[in-house]
């Protein structure tokens, strides 16, 4: 499986407005895009499919931006990848429509399906809310190491 950036800019972009509007403010996407480091034209085509998904909505107005539609809580990973991306199965065989004449005598039908639901869960048991807390520390870690000890401090 490839995770295009569309899955992955679009996970950046929900962690950014689920942080920054976690008090129900609305996020500007031009500050998500800033904050990310990512183009704001392409960031406005993934927040259109992440809003008819579900995961977010539009404040219009002055103070106008998105924020979550659904408690982070509740938005798992594999929810937003596949709702971006399509199908996340690692070969075409192991997708639940998917008819294979071979698998009678494939000798590696049980990798992929062991592969697959690896992606399952790994995704499914990943919320929006365990990746806001991830940055949040990793933030916090990053802030810690740029401060200056007490002996670095003094003259």
């Known amino acids: 499986m490839w995770v295009s950036t569309k899955a992955q800019y679009g996970l950046r972009a929900l962690i950014e407005i689920g942080r920054r509007g976690g008090s129900g403010a609305a996020v500007p996407l031009k500050d998500v895009a800033e904050r990310q480091g990512l183009s704001q ?3 406005e085509q993934i927040a259109s499919n992440l809003r008819r998904a579900g995961f977010i909505k539009s404040v219009r107005g002055a103070h ?3 924020r979550l539609a659904r408690p982070a809580a509740d938005i798992s990973a594999y929810e937003v990848v596949t709702a971006l991306e399509g199908s996340i199965a690692p070969v075409s065989c192991v997708e639940e429509d998917h008819v294979c004449d ?5 000798g590696t039908i049980d990798l992929w399906q062991r592969v697959d639901a690896a992606l399952r869960g790994v995704l499914g048991s990943t919320s929006l809310a365990d990746l806001i807390a991830d940055s949040e520390r990793q933030e916090h870690a990053r802030l810690v190491q740029l401060e200056p000890t007490y002996a670095e401090a003094r003259p």
């Open 41 to 43: 034209h392409y960031l």
């Open 64 to 66: 106008g931006g998105y």
């Open 102 to 106: 071979r698998g009678h005598v494939c």
